[in-house]
């Protein structure tokens, strides 16, 4: 079996809906946390709310898109009786792939269409930082686990559209004005903040924040910084703080529980 990353600390179980907010890794995470369910005999599905780019065979080795709900169902359960792993999307959006609804996620959690769903539920255009607006993310009511990841690399660098995706909806929400440096401060904030990262997370579901980019100088230690920042709060909803890197392999660095 493949060593376990991220269910070593994220005990997740049949019937789970994961939502992946944030910056700085979400779509690698995703076909990882593929990666050790299926070697569990797990059927996966991953998708995404949003928008991503179609996964490389390594990622997901089967794509099925259709425009119609039904036909993603039923070729989905076909698909399952001979394979684990599938990506689901509607259709081709440019080079990207347009997801499906958060409802039809909920539909298939309701029907055991797969034991898993990890769904990529933000967009931030490669930055390390993000601060959602109204409509992000965009979280299934079914999910049960929402993982924040923000990356450990934007901590120092200046408030701007090359660090942060939507700077101005940073700076009001962490106080950080555009052009301002980046403090430790203000991304826990965007993590704790209402109407930050996790905003739109049911209430039943655990949050797990996952400090990536570990690896670069002085990671752990930015990371053990805000983690602290983090667990002061004593937000309920987070279960788990985790500092990691996917480069050159995923691996957990610190751990830090309530």
Not at 131 to 153: Q, R
Request: with cysteine; proline share 6%; hydrophobic share 40%.
């Amino acid at each position: 079996m493949k060593r376990q990353i991220f269910l070593a600390h994220i005990p997740l179980r049949k019937g789970d809906v994961v939502s992946l907010v944030g910056s700085g890794g979400k779509t690698t995470i995703m076909y990882q946390l593929a990666r050790e369910l299926t070697a569990k005999r797990m059927r996966v599905i991953t998708t995404t709310t949003t928008k991503i780019f179609p996964p490389l065979s390594s990622e997901s080795s089967r794509l099925v898109i259709a425009d119609r709900e039904g036909s993603l169902l039923t070729t989905a359960q076909e698909l399952f009786k001979k394979e684990h792993h599938l990506t689901l999307a509607e259709k081709f959006i440019g080079s990207k792939l347009k997801g499906i609804s958060p409802h039809l996620i909920d539909i298939m959690k309701e029907q055991k269409i797969a034991d898993v769903i990890v769904n990529e539920a933000d967009g931030a255009r490669g930055c390390p930082l993000k601060a959602p607006n109204e409509t992000e993310p965009v979280i299934p009511s079914s999910t049960t686990w929402t993982l924040a990841v923000v990356g450990l690399d934007g901590i120092g660098k200046i408030n701007t559209e090359d660090y942060v995706f939507r700077p101005d909806y940073f700076s009001r929400l962490t106080g950080v004005n555009v052009g301002e440096v980046i403090t430790p401060e203000a991304v826990s904030r965007i993590i704790l903040h209402p109407e930050g990262i996790t905003r739109e997370t049911p209430a039943k579901a655990d949050i797990a924040v996952i400090l990536n980019k570990g690896e670069i100088s002085n990671g752990l230690d930015i990371g053990k910084n805000l983690a602290s920042l983090i667990m002061k709060e004593k937000k309920k909803a987070i279960v788990k703080v985790l500092i990691t890197s996917l480069a050159p392999l995923p691996k957990v660095l610190a751990i830090f529980n309530p």
